[in-house]
């Protein structure tokens, strides 16, 4: 049975990335073909979480490597910064494809922790997470649902 129970709305912006010899907007943007072995890429994210039980701001890098048949492979990590002054960490694992309006769609396995009593609810949960990432506003949209 598939769960509906949303544990988090993150919307995020693109704040910053890191290349490694290969541009990922050309490789996006279909001008240039990624490596055979693939381009690695560092995005920093800066945004919003929103949920029932987690409200805050969200600071991340997720590690992506453009594979040479132009999948997406998605490696996170990320610090949620909650109003109540608690914290989670978030760590994710997924892939992206592109889909005909140049809108990467996500797909990701999330993990959550906390040490906090507060939030160690988390650390017993996994997540599913779906969501887009606009390439040209560079706009990050991801909801978590309990897996």
Same mark, same amino acid.
């Given at each position: 049975?598939e =769960?509906?129970?949303?544990?988090? %709305?993150i919307t995020?912006?693109?704040?910053?990335?890191?290349?490694y010899g290969? =541009?990922?907007?050309?490789?996006?943007?279909?001008?240039?073909?990624?490596?055979?072995?693939?381009?690695? !890429?560092?995005?920093?994210?800066?945004g919003? *979480? %929103?949920g029932?039980?987690?409200?805050?701001?969200?600071?991340? *890098?997720?590690?992506?490597?453009?594979?040479? %048949?132009?999948?997406?492979?998605?490696h996170?990590h990320?610090?949620?910064?909650?109003?109540d002054?608690?914290?989670? #960490?978030? !760590?994710?694992?997924?892939l992206g494809?592109?889909?005909a309006?140049? *809108?990467l769609?996500?797909?990701? =396995?999330?993990t959550?922790? #906390?040490?906090?009593?507060?939030?160690?609810? *988390?650390? #017993?949960?996994?997540?599913?997470a779906?969501g887009t990432?606009t390439?040209t =506003?560079?706009?990050?949209?991801?909801?978590?649902?309990k897996?």
């Amino acid at each position: 049975m598939e =769960s509906t129970e949303l544990i988090f %709305d993150i919307t995020g912006r693109m704040t910053g990335t890191d290349e490694y010899g290969a =541009s990922i907007q050309a490789i996006l943007e279909g001008k240039a073909a990624p490596p055979p072995a693939g381009a690695r !890429f560092d995005g920093k994210v800066e945004g919003t *979480v %929103d949920g029932p039980k987690l409200k805050g701001s969200i600071h991340s *890098v997720d590690y992506l490597n453009v594979r040479a %048949d132009g999948r997406i492979e998605l490696h996170g990590h990320a610090r949620l910064d909650l109003k109540d002054g608690g914290k989670v #960490s978030l !760590f994710a694992e997924g892939l992206g494809a592109l889909d005909a309006n140049g *809108v990467l769609q996500l797909r990701e =396995s999330v993990t959550l922790r #906390s040490n906090s009593p507060d939030y160690a609810w *988390v650390n #017993s949960i996994q997540v599913w997470a779906t969501g887009t990432a606009t390439l040209t =506003s560079g706009e990050i949209r991801l909801k978590g649902y309990k897996a």
